[in-house]
């Protein structure tokens, strides 16, 4: 019996959110708005959306021992995420500074923090958590070297799903873990090396001979599309309102991953993700965006 439905392997950030007029130059300083902290990071995000969506999740991240931590431990734990996998201390909590301007344009800077201390070892160490889980899944907003010890440590038999982002060019031995690989259009053309000419079926195929056992390419208000083998199939994108977009790719990965879990085809477990990506989209933020099962099926 699996414990965990999905383990989410990732982030946990605090976005401290600043509107401004316009951003200062160098040595000049502009008075914003009041500032706003919300709970982000990739792998925080995945999980909230997972468990929201009724998935037994779990998380392996790392953040400070602060203020900003205990936040986001807090956030995991309203949307029912298990977070006995989350380690504590060793650097401040991972922080994104943004400033929006009144054209809606972000400016972002990230301070890793501790989530740029998950280390390998950490991932060893979690192994009860890695056997006891259907699916498990990752990002990259942690080190390189940290997902690779993750995908020498799954257990046989179980499924590994991940974003690319921010993206990279990928070790063959990641890339072949990866079931499916999950990118948009700017994460496609990084990992493809930047080569990608054609239609998006054109750029699934070309990831596709890079190794990877599937693909999904995530093309916003347009769909998706599911790639593994000779076949390559498009998933229908779902008409809404979009008031703001951050944190759809997030609920489209755990959406899809938790679906796959639970024993789904890929074209089907994408249909379903692209209707929680599409309920993300319509209200704004990215985990206060993330819908319930029963919100999915009224969309
Ligand atoms: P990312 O945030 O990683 O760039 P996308 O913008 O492609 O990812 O969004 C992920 C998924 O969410 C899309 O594949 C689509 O299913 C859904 N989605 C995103 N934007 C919209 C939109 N405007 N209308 C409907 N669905 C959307």
């Known amino acids: 019996m699996d414990d965990y439905d999905l383990l989410v392997v990732g982030s946990a950030n ?3 959110v600043i509107g401004v007029e316009r951003r200062p130059a160098p040595g000049e300083t502009v008075l914003g708005s009041d500032l706003v902290v919300h709970p982000g990071g ?3 995000n995945q999980a909230v959306a997972a468990a929201r969506l009724g998935a037994r999740t779990a998380l392996l991240a790392r953040v400070g021992d602060d203020d900003h931590g205990r936040l986001l431990l807090s956030a995991q734990h309203t949307a029912g995420v298990d977070t006995a996998g989350v380690l504590v201390g060793g650097a ?3 922080v994104a500074l943004i400033t929006v301007d009144p054209s ?5 800077v990230v301070s890793p923090g501790a989530n740029g201390r998950l280390t390998p070892k950490d991932v060893r160490d979690a192994e009860h958590l890695l ?3 259907r699916v498990v899944s990752a990002q990259l907003e942690i080190p390189l070297e940290t997902v690779v010890e993750l995908v020498r440590s799954l257990p046989a038999g179980t499924r590994f799903v991940l974003n690319p982002s921010p993206p990279r060019p990928l070790p063959a031995e990641l890339l072949a873990a990866c079931d499916p690989l999950i990118v948009n259009e700017h994460e496609a053309r990084v990992i493809a090396g930047g080569a990608l000419d054609g239609a998006p079926e054109d750029w699934a195929r070309a990831l596709l001979a890079l190794g990877p056992r599937s693909v999904v390419v995530t093309l916003g208000a347009q769909g998706a599309l599911v790639a593994r083998g000779d076949t390559v199939s498009r998933v229908p994108s ?4 979009a008031v703001d977009t951050t944190g759809a ?3 489209f990965t755990a959406a899809l991953a938790w679906r796959l879990g639970a024993g789904a085809s890929l074209a089907d477990a994408a249909a379903y993700a692209a209707r929680v990506g599409a309920a993300a989209v319509t209200r704004p933020g990215a985990q206060e965006s993330f819908p319930t099962a029963a919100e999915v099926e009224a969309l």
């Open 249 to 251: 790719g997030d609920a």
């Open 14 to 16: 605090a976005d401290l």
């Open 104 to 108: 809606g344009d972000n400016s972002i």
């Open 238 to 241: 779902v008409q809404v309102d």
């Open 42 to 44: 990739k792998g925080a």
């Open 92 to 94: 401040p909590t991972g």
């Open 131 to 133: 056997r006891g889980s």
